[in-house]
């Protein structure tokens, strides 16, 4: 049975919010950049993760627009179905506590990071859409 998770891209212009996994001990992929968002919890819905891990890990209240993807994708430690959510912040002036790590990055500049594997599709989304808008 793959693991439900909700992923919050979360975007202002061409720009979205990441951050670098951080090196813990037995923590699978450290290093690698990710959008918020998390697992969901028993009788979770993926809108409601991704609202609730945003906030936790970000550290402001999102906006869940529409649905964009669901990939499903095989890691040696198990297998992830991951629904992606074009975010924004309820408040377009907040800004991600200091400590959560986010920061903000062109859509263009987003596949030249190491990413999980299953976010290869989006990324070459995002980028793409992020070269439509500059010419």
Same mark, same amino acid.
């Given at each position: ?7 919050? /891209? ?7 919010? %990441? ?9 699978? =992929? +450290?290093?690698?950049?990710?959008? +918020? ?12 993760? &991704? ?6 890990? &970000?550290? =402001? ?8 993807? %669901?990939?499903?994708?095989?890691? +040696?430690?198990?297998?992830? /179905? /991951? ?51 500059? &010419?």
């Amino acid at each position: 049975m793959a693991t439900l998770v909700g992923l919050g /891209l979360i975007s202002r212009g061409n720009r979205y919010l %990441i951050r670098q996994r951080p090196h813990l001990p037995g923590s699978p =992929m +450290p290093g690698v950049w990710e959008f +918020p968002g998390g697992k969901c919890e028993e009788g979770e819905s993926p809108e409601e993760a &991704t609202k609730r891990e945003c906030k936790e890990e &970000t550290g =402001m209240e999102v906006v869940v627009n529409s649905r964009r993807r %669901i990939i499903e994708h095989s890691y +040696p430690h198990g297998r992830v /179905l /991951l629904y992606y959510f074009d975010c924004e912040t309820e408040n377009p002036a907040d800004e991600p506590s200091e400590e959560s790590g986010f920061r903000w990055v062109e859509g263009s500049e987003l596949s030249k990071l190491p990413f999980p594997e299953a976010n290869g599709p989006i990324l070459r989304e995002l980028a793409s859409e992020d070269q439509g808008e500059s &010419t």
